[in-house]
Antibody
Framework: QVQLVQSGAEVKKPGASAKVSCKASGYTFTSYYMHWVRQAPGQGLEWMGKINPSDGSTSYAEKFQGRVTMTRDTSTSTVYMELSSLRSDDTAVYYC?????????WGQGTLVIVSS | EIVLTQSPGTLSLSPGERATLSCRATQSISSNYLAWYQQKPGQAPRVLIFAASTRATAIPDRFSGSGSGTDFTLTISRLEPEDFAVYYCQQYGTSPPLTFGGGTKVEIK
């Protein structure tokens, strides 16, 4: 069965970077895009971008351009999302989700807290 | 960028009642590529409907989606206790970016 397992919670100081991983299993890793979606406390869902695990090409939401980097490691079927220059309003749960457009499978989420 | 507006913000209903949730887009969604998700506290979202009206795997038939162009509806025919949650619509017809609506909370009356 398809599983997306994310790394654990992180606490970061403002200005630092956070790198979240998402390990995929149960399907051919290179056959599906992986998206990243975040959710601030008590708020809605916000799309950050996607990566094509086959060739590593990426597309980022304009809001995060210059601050987000998505990469993948095909040897371990893992995708990574790194967000730099963290601010307090980056405190959120970050999800990876598999899909072409609609998001069929989701990771369990990773809480990133940005606090001094 | 397509903006999705969901209404109402909160829906207060009793188990067994019918729930009708609306999602309106600022421009026509190509190929009716609209999905609906359910999210419960502390959990990741779960897809219910894609392509406006196709139920995802293992989704009960009390959930149905309809609509086209700019106006879409999620209907829950008879609310079960486990259906009280937040629901989001999401478009993928014109992307990037994917965009989500602000959500509708279905709460117990």
């Amino acid at each position: 069965q398809v599983q997306l397992v994310q790394s654990g919670a992180e606490v970061k100081k403002p200005g630092a970077s956070a790198k979240v991983s998402c390990k995929a299993s149960g399907y051919t890793f290179t056959s599906y895009y992986m998206h990243w979606v975040r959710q601030a406390p008590g708020q809605g869902l916000e799309w950050m971008g996607k990566i094509n695990p086959s060739d590593g090409s990426t597309s980022y939401a304009e809001k995060f351009q210059g601050r987000v980097t998505m990469t993948r490691d095909t040897s371990t079927s893992t995708v990574y999302m790194e967000l730099s220059s963290l601010r307090s309003d980056d405190t959120a749960v970050y999800y990876c989700a598999r899909g072409g457009g609609w998001l069929q499978f989701w990771g369990q989420g990773t809480l990133v807290i940005v606090s001094s | 960028e397509i903006v999705l507006t969901q209404s109402p913000g909160t829906l207060s209903l009793s188990p067994g009642e019918r729930a009708t949730l609306s999602c309106r887009a600022t421009q026509s969604i190509s190929s009716n590529y609209l999905a609906w998700y359910q999210q419960k506290p502390g959990q990741a979202p779960r897809v219910l409907i894609f392509a406006a009206s196709t139920r995802a795997t293992a989704i009960p038939d009390r959930f149905s989606g309809s609509g086209s162009g700019t106006d879409f509806t999620l209907t829950i025919s008879r609310l079960e206790p486990e259906d009280f949650a937040v629901y989001y619509c999401q478009q993928y017809g014109t992307s990037p970016p994917l965009t989500f609506g602000g959500g509708t909370k279905v709460e117990i009356k």
